[in-house]
C-alpha cells in the first residue's frame, strides 16, 4: 500500500482518482472546529536507520527521525510516533514517508516506526514495540529537544489499531501495561486512519487469526483485549478518525462505534468521512485528511 498525496508532490493516476473524488465531494468532516488553520511550513532534517530497540530485543527494530530545523534556543519540538500499516504482517515505515515529511513541515518531530511481524510474532509483542519506541523518545528527549509531554500517535489500518491501543492502554489500568508501558507511554492525542476498532467484529478472519493466534471461540478475551475499543476510559486522548466511507475491509461502522465509545467518555473526537472511498483509497487520496489531522494536532498541542 504505497503512500501519495494527490494535487501535490504526486500525480499520475492517484491524481486522476482524486479529481474525479473532489468532484464527487470528497468528504464530510463530523465534528469540525471553526477555525482548523495548518501551522507554516518549515524545513526538517531525517536521521535514517535509527535502531530504537535494545540489542537483547527478539528483532533489531528501526525508524527514521525526523526533526525540524527552525525553533528558538531552549525549544523542545512536539512529537508524533507514526506507524505504518499491512494487516500487521507486511509494508513497512516507508508507506508513511510521505505523512512523516507533511507533518515535520509542519513543526513536529516525527518517529516513524517498524515493528514485528504475525504469524512469526503473535500479540501483544507489536504492542510491546510501539511500547518500547514510547520510551526511546522519552530516554533521548533531550539529545533532540523532544517534549516529552507532547507525544501524539498517527498510524493508519493496522498501524491506527496499535497506535490508538498503546494510547487507550496508556491511559488506563490494563494489564497490558506490563511490562513495558504505563503512564510514561501515554500520548497527547492521536490520529488513527481505516481504524479496525474491535476485533470482535470481524469473526476469526486470517489476518487476525495470525495477528493474535488462533480462533476467536477459543481465545475470545484475547480479541476483546487487542480491540481497542475495549480499553476506552474518561482519561483517554482525544482522536482524528479518518475513514473511508465505503471502505469493504475494514467497515465505517468500526469508525463510528469507536466515536460513539470516546463520547460516552466524554473524550473528544472529529471524524473525516471520505466519501466513495475504501480502504486502500481512502490512503491513496489522503491528502487533505493529513491536512486536517495535521491542524488538529496543532491545536491540540497546546492543551
Same mark, same amino acid.
Given at each position: 500500500? %504505497? ?27 463530523? $465534528?469540525?472546529?471553526? $477555525? ?5 511550513? &518549515?524545513?526538517? &532534517?531525517?536521521?535514517?536507520?535509527? /535502531? ?9 527494530? +528501526? ?25 500487521? /504482517? ?18 513536529? !518531530? ?20 510501539? &511500547?518500547?519506541?514510547? &520510551? ?27 497506535? !490508538? ?17 504505563? %503512564? ?31 480462533? /476467536? ?17 474518561? $482519561?483517554?486522548?482525544? +482522536?482524528?478518525?479518518?475513514?473511508? !466511507?465505503?471502505?469493504?475491509?475494514? %467497515? +465505517? ?12 467518555? /466524554? ?16 490512503? *491513496? ?7 486536517? !489531522?495535521?491542524?488538529? *494536532?496543532d491545536r491540540k498541542k497546546s492543551n
Amino acid at each position: 500500500m %504505497p503512500g501519495y498525496r494527490t494535487g501535490g508532490r504526486r500525480g499520475g493516476l492517484v491524481g486522476v482518482i482524486g479529481s474525479l473524488l473532489l468532484l464527487a465531494g470528497c468528504a464530510t468532516h463530523h $465534528n469540525a472546529p471553526e $477555525n482548523a488553520a495548518l501551522p507554516g511550513e &518549515q524545513s526538517f &532534517q531525517v536521521e535514517r536507520n535509527v /535502531q530504537f530497540s535494545p540489542d537483547n530485543w527478539p528483532q533489531r527494530l +528501526f525508524a527514521d527521525l525526523y526533526l525540524p530545523e527552525n525553533g528558538a534556543s531552549g525549544h523542545r519540538h512536539p512529537v508524533v510516533l507514526m506507524v505504518h500499516g499491512g494487516g500487521w /504482517q507486511r509494508r513497512s515505515r516507508e508507506d508513511m514517508a510521505w505523512i512523516a515529511e507533511e507533518v515535520a513541515s509542519r513543526g513536529f !518531530a516525527v518517529l516513524n516506526i517498524d515493528y514485528r511481524f504475525a504469524p512469526e510474532y503473535t500479540f501483544p509483542a507489536q504492542l510491546h514495540d510501539l &511500547q518500547l519506541a514510547r &520510551q526511546w523518545l522519552n530516554e533521548h528527549a533531550d539529545k533532540y529537544r523532544l517534549d516529552r509531554k507532547q507525544v501524539s500517535g498517527f498510524g493508519f489500518s493496522s498501524g491506527a489499531h496499535l497506535i !490508538a491501543l498503546l494510547a487507550l492502554v496508556a491511559s488506563s489500568d490494563s494489564e497490558l501495561n506490563q511490562p513495558y508501558g504505563g %503512564p510514561e507511554s501515554r500520548l497527547h492525542a492521536v490520529v488513527a486512519g481505516g481504524l479496525p476498532s474491535d476485533l470482535m467484529a470481524f469473526g476469526s478472519s486470517k489476518l487476525i487469526r495470525q495477528f493474535l493466534g488462533g480462533e /476467536q471461540q477459543a481465545m475470545p478475551d484475547t480479541y476483546r483485549s487487542a480491540s481497542p475499543i475495549s480499553h476506552v476510559t474518561a $482519561n483517554a486522548p482525544p +482522536f482524528f478518525l479518518f475513514h473511508g !466511507a465505503v471502505d469493504m475491509l475494514v %467497515p +465505517f461502522s468500526q469508525a463510528e462505534r469507536f466515536r460513539d465509545a470516546l463520547a460516552s467518555h /466524554q473524550v473528544y473526537s472529529e471524524l473525516y468521512e471520505m466519501h466513495l472511498r475504501g480502504h486502500v483509497t481512502s490512503f *491513496l487520496t489522503a491528502g487533505d485528511a493529513v491536512d486536517e !489531522a495535521i491542524a488538529f *494536532l496543532d491545536r491540540k498541542k497546546s492543551n
